[in-house]
């Protein structure tokens, strides 16, 4: 078990979010869901959490209340394996969603996220003008392109 568990506050939809990703991830299943009790901030019996694996990276998705709210500050990257898996998580966590600059977008939640080639870092690192070249591409950018970037770093 890992020692390391994100945790996400929603303000009542961490029982949809937590179905959603687990759809949306291979290898991902929901957990355990806790619910208020007596005397608790929250009507009794309504969701208060709901543990959950995204391809056994651990989460707990909470319920608790509108007092805060997702920021990009924090966002989850998926390192995608070939166009066709960038353009499948852009298109579901887009839908109710916003996309972004340079492959991040937030979904129906708030929650941020970098959907990304796997070897973005081969693509904007190494060799200066090369990567120069395939960041001003990314840039210019909402979803990711991986021959576009494979291109313009290539000159």
Do not use: H
Not at 42 to 61: C, I, R, S, Y
């Amino acid at each position: 078990m890992s020692k390391i568990t994100t945790f996400l506050w929603f303000d009542t939809e961490a029982e949809d979010a937590a179905r959603f990703y687990v759809d949306l991830f291979p290898n991902s299943r929901l957990g355990q869901v806790a619910r208020y009790g007596d005397g608790a901030p929250k009507p009794k019996g309504e969701v208060m959490t709901v543990g959950f694996e995204l391809d056994g990276t651990p989460f707990v998705a909470l319920n608790g209340g509108p007092q805060y709210k997702f920021t990009e500050a924090v966002s989850f990257q998926i390192a995608c394996d070939g166009q066709a898996e960038i353009d499948r998580y852009w298109e579901k966590l887009t839908e109710g969603g916003q996309p972004g600059p340079c492959g991040w977008l937030k979904d129906r939640f708030g929650v941020s996220w970098q959907v990304t080639p796997g070897n973005m870092a081969a693509l904007i690192g190494g060799d200066p003008p090369a990567a120069a070249r395939a960041v001003q591409a990314m840039m210019r950018m909402g979803k990711l392109d991986i021959a576009a970037l494979e291109a313009a770093r290539a000159g």
